[in-house]
Each structure stands twice: as structure tokens, then as C-alpha cells.
């Protein structure tokens, strides 16, 4: 019986990835998803007209953040409706418990796990809006969470903060996003662009103590001064230091997430510790032109559509999850492929990859997505990565046992029980599933990715080390050649004065 359920679990881990996540849903949440991705990808082109996008900016942005405006107050009155239901069905299944009904109350809890699974898909139209006014930048919006999650979704939460933003979001360029709605942004009440002045993270603080303490906070902070708190605070019970001292940690948060971004280095409070962002000038490449290709195969007719992007990633697309369970693993081995199989959907739970509403696709194609008319999975060979980046730059990659202060096989690129790693100032450094992500969910060239792991290894010589030593051989060879040119000049001279 043991081996049954076991063969059960195996064989329900290998379909999953080929099951179509929005087939689940209700037909509503589908509705106003396309509803979502008009207003988030489409309203604003449409509204100010493409062309003119160039010709008057101003009413370009301002048609792009009415759309996303309209969209955030759907989606939050969306989320407080699930959260309502969510609330009632918990209940439900906790009178169902107690009268021993429980198939009623396991019918409940389901119901309320996919309320939540679409109160989740709701907060990715969210953070798509924030990754854009992040230019999809991973290393600013990784410093945005928190490792705990902090996730302060409620009701309450969502009015008092929809109330501050509704009121920034009357001037037609600006736009204010509420944090609580987003999966990731942990820092701030709201995320506010306004045009000309930036991106900044704000607190919403209402009654007259908080917003004491806010100012007081903020003060303490930028001035780091050793006794303004014991001063600020000698009169306080201990119910107001916990408050102080909790409002003083928001700005200090806010305040090393702002420095770290606009700076490239600061504390990381995430991984609790100092970080530096390295530019290394790198401009990725993506083969987003091979999955529109795939999906035109089906939109064709054809019923699966299958390609290799640099050797070492298999992009397919398939109209039935059956035909993709048969066709992928059929193809798997007869090739040899190994890797985890990922649904190009799956970027719904990965808070820290960028949302698959805002990939440079066609609105067509992820529009045929949400209703469920095409299934596309993908699949990274560890192995032939490496291949692959040897292959390109001799002795890159390497592998040894991952390193123990983080002990997790699944955080690196594993083949057997080895992580690949490259040399970089000396040290191992290896190469971490954020890549993969890249690769999977950006449909980032792994070939291109290679490139930028080269250029940060020690087997890279900076252009201006290059240029610097063509310089001077240039100089070198210039020398000589004036040295032997004065050399023919003397001969001459010589030869005429003998004549």
C-alpha cells in the first residue's frame, strides 16, 4: 500500500508541471484576469495612441498609470472580497470539524486554499506594475522582502492604504502602488513614482502619536545622533518604546533598502548583511522569439511544438497536458535531457522572478496562457550548461561539494552531488538557482548568462586591460618602425655622400 501511495506521489510530482494552473480557477478570476492584463499592458498604448507615445510623453505616462490606477482598485477590491471568503470558509470548516462532517469540511479548506491561490495570481498583476517601475532591475527588487515575508495582508490594511494612495494617484503622471498588495515589497506602506522626481518608499502613518513618532523616527535615522532617543523617549511607558523603537526599524529599513539601490552597496536585510551590486555594463539577451514561435506552431494547428535554445535549455508547447506528459518525457529520454520541469506559469509562486504578465511576449500569447489554450514548459540541464560555458570559455566551470554555511542542494546548479562554481578573485564562487530563474522565467539566453558569468570570473581581462596592452604594443611596433625607417635614412645618407 506503502509503494502504491509513493508511485502516486512520484507520478503526481512529474505531471504537475504540464497541468494548467488557471484551468483550476473560477471562471470569474480568469475574466478579470484578462481584464488585468488589458488594463496593466494595453489600456495605456491604446488610450494615448503608439504612435504618439515619443511625440507627448506626458500623456503617454499618464494614460500607462490610469490603466495600472484602475487595475489596482479592482485588484484590491478583488482580494478583500477572497479574504472575506476566505475568513467565512476557515469557519466553515471549523463547525464542520466539530459536527464530524469531514468530507463538508475538506471541501471547505479546498475551496479556501484556491481563494488564496487567486488572491496570489491577483497580487502578481501587483508586482508586475512594480517590477516595471524597477525596470525589472532583480538586484533593486530583491532588496525590497524581507526573509520572514512580513506579509501584512488584511482587510483593514488594504482600505487604510488604498485611502493614501487614491489621493496621490489624483495627479495623472504620478502613481502609488500599495505595498500590501504586492507578494514582495516589505519596505514602506506604498511605492510612489512620480515624474521627474523618481521612485520613493513611503509610510502611511494616521493618528497624531504615530505621526509623531514617524517624524521623530525619520529625524533619528538621517541625523545619527547618539542621544536623541534617550532624550525623545525619557517620558515613555514601555508600550511607547516598543512603538518608538518599531516605528524608528521601519526608516532604518527604508532607509538602508533607498541607500543600497541609488548607491549599489549597503546592508542587505534580507540576507542580513552588507552587499555590493556589481554593474558589469552586462545587456542580456533573451529567446522570447522562440516561444512566440512555438506558439504560433499551435495556433497553426499543430498539437506540440518542441525546441533547444543553446544546447541546454527545452522549451515545449503542447495543447493537452496528457500530450505534454508523453511527448516531453518520450523526448527526455530518448535525449538524454535531465533538470526540473517548470511551467512557464509557475513564476505565480516565485515572489522573486519576474511575473510572467510583463514578459516581452505578445498580449495574445500570455492572454492564451490564462485561458488554459497552450501549456509551456521548460527545463535547464544542469550538465550541458557547463558543457556549454566550457565549450565557450575553456575551464570556466568547475565542480566541487556546495559550500555547508548554506546546505540546501536545491540553491546551486547540481550534477550528482557537486555544485558548478567559477573562479572569481580567487575564490569559488557558485553559481546559485537565481540563474536559473533568469533562464526560466526572464527567458534569459543561457548563453548569454555564461557570458556574464565569464566576465565576472578571473579568466577576464577588462576591454581597457586590452586596450591598454594594444596601446602600447601599438607604440612598440610604431618605435621599431621609426627606429628602422631612421636606420634606411642613414644608409642613404651614407650611400649619397659617398657618391
Known amino acids: 500500500m506503502t509503494n502504491a501511495l509513493d508511485d502516486s506521489k512520484v507520478?503526481?510530482?512529474k505531471m504537475r508541471p504540464f497541468i494548467s494552473s488557471w484551468k483550476k480557477l473560477s471562471p470569474g478570476l480568469i475574466s478579470t484576469a484578462k481584464e488585468l492584463l488589458f488594463l496593466t499592458r494595453k489600456y495605456g498604448i491604446e488610450k494615448a495612441g503608439e504612435t504618439e507615445a515619443l511625440k507627448n510623453r506626458i500623456e503617454f505616462f499618464?494614460?500607462?498609470?490610469?490603466?495600472?490606477?484602475?487595475?489596482?482598485?479592482?485588484?484590491?477590491y478583488e482580494i478583500i472580497t477572497r479574504l472575506d471568503e476566505v475568513t467565512s470558509l476557515k469557519a466553515q470548516s471549523k463547525d464542520f470539524h466539530r459536527q464530524k462532517k469531514s468530507e463538508e469540511k475538506m471541501r471547505a479548506l479546498k475551496k479556501a486554499e484556491v481563494k488564496e491561490y487567486e488572491i496570489k495570481v491577483l497580487r502578481r498583476f501587483i508586482d508586475s506594475i512594480v517590477w516595471i517601475l524597477f525596470d525589472n532591475e532583480h538586484s533593486s527588487i530583491r532588496r525590497l522582502t524581507l526573509p520572514?515575508?512580513?506579509?501584512?495582508?488584511?482587510?483593514?490594511?488594504?482600505?487604510?492604504?488604498?485611502?493614501?494612495?487614491?489621493?496621490?494617484?489624483k495627479e495623472p503622471t504620478s502613481i502609488a502602488i500599495v505595498s500590501d498588495l504586492t507578494t514582495f515589497v516589505h519596505a514602506g506602506d506604498l511605492?510612489?513614482?512620480?515624474?521627474?522626481q523618481g521612485i520613493a518608499l513611503t509610510e502611511v502613518k494616521t493618528g497624531e502619536k504615530n505621526i509623531e513618532f514617524s517624524h521623530a523616527a525619520q529625524f533619528s535615522v538621517e541625523a545619527k545622533?547618539?542621544?536623541?532617543?534617550?532624550?525623545?523617549?525619557?517620558?515613555?511607558?514601555?508600550?511607547?518604546?516598543?512603538?518608538?523603537?518599531?516605528?524608528?526599524?521601519?526608516?532604518?529599513?527604508?532607509?538602508d533598502i533607498t541607500g543600497t539601490i541609488n548607491n549599489g552597496s549597503g546592508y542587505d536585510h534580507y540576507h542580513k548583511r552588507q552587499v555590493k551590486i556589481e554593474d558589469e555594463n552586462y545587456i542580456p539577451e533573451f529567446y522570447n522569439q522562440d516561444i512566440v514561435n512555438r506558439w504560433s506552431d499551435i495556433k497553426a494547428g499543430k498539437n506540440w511544438s518542441i525546441d533547444v535554445i543553446d544546447e541546454c535549455v527545452?522549451?515545449?508547447?503542447?495543447?493537452?497536458t496528457e500530450?505534454?506528459?508523453?511527448?516531453?518525457?518520450?523526448?527526455?529520454?530518448?535525449?538524454?535531457?535531465k533538470g526540473r520541469v517548470f511551467n512557464i506559469s509557475d513564476s505565480i509562486g516565485h515572489h522573486f522572478v519576474q511575473p510572467l504578465f510583463n514578459l516581452n511576449l505578445p498580449y495574445e500569447l500570455i492572454e492564451?496562457?490564462?485561458?488554459?489554450?497552450?501549456?509551456?514548459?521548460?527545463c535547464l540541464d544542469f550538465k550541458k550548461f557547463m558543457e556549454l560555458g566550457n565549450k565557450k570559455y575553456p575551464n570556466l566551470l568547475h565542480l566541487a561539494p556546495h559550500p555547508k554555511s548554506f546546505p540546501d542542494p536545491n540553491d546551486y546548479f547540481m550534477i550528482g552531488k557537486e555544485a558548478i562554481f567559477s573562479y572569481k578573485n580567487g575564490h569559488m564562487s557558485f553559481i546559485g538557482t537565481g540563474m536559473e530563474s533568469r533562464i526560466i522565467f526572464d527567458l534569459q539566453r543561457p548563453a548569454n548568462v555564461i557570458d556574464w558569468i565569464y566576465k565576472g570570473s578571473d579568466l577576464y581581462t577588462p576591454p581597457s586591460h586590452n586596450k591598454q596592452s594594444s596601446n602600447a604594443e601599438s607604440l612598440r611596433r610604431q618605435a621599431k618602425k621609426t627606429k628602422k625607417n631612421k636606420n634606411k635614412n642613414a644608409k642613404r645618407s651614407r650611400r649619397m655622400n659617398r657618391k
Not at 499618464?62 to 484590491?76: C, D, M, R, Y
Not at 534617550?230 to 523603537?245: G, L
Not at 492564451?368 to 521548460?378: A, F, N, P, Q
Open 11 to 13: 507520478m503526481e510530482a
Open 62 to 76: 499618464s494614460a500607462v498609470h490610469e490603466g495600472w490606477k484602475l487595475a489596482q482598485q479592482k485588484i484590491a
Open 148 to 169: 520572514d515575508g512580513n506579509d501584512n495582508l488584511s482587510k483593514q490594511n488594504i482600505i487604510d492604504s488604498m485611502a493614501a494612495a487614491d489621493l496621490i494617484n
Open 191 to 196: 511605492v510612489v513614482m512620480k515624474l521627474g
Open 225 to 255: 545622533c547618539e542621544h536623541f532617543d534617550k532624550y525623545f523617549t525619557q517620558d515613555f511607558n514601555e508600550k511607547d518604546i516598543k512603538h518608538y523603537n518599531r516605528t524608528k526599524k521601519q526608516w532604518q529599513r527604508l532607509t
Open 314 to 320: 527545452y522549451v515545449g508547447a503542447y495543447k493537452t
Open 323 to 337: 500530450m505534454g506528459f508523453v511527448g516531453f518525457n518520450s523526448w527526455m529520454d530518448g535525449t538524454n535531457f
Open 368 to 378: 492564451d496562457i490564462i485561458s488554459g489554450e497552450i501549456i509551456i514548459v521548460l
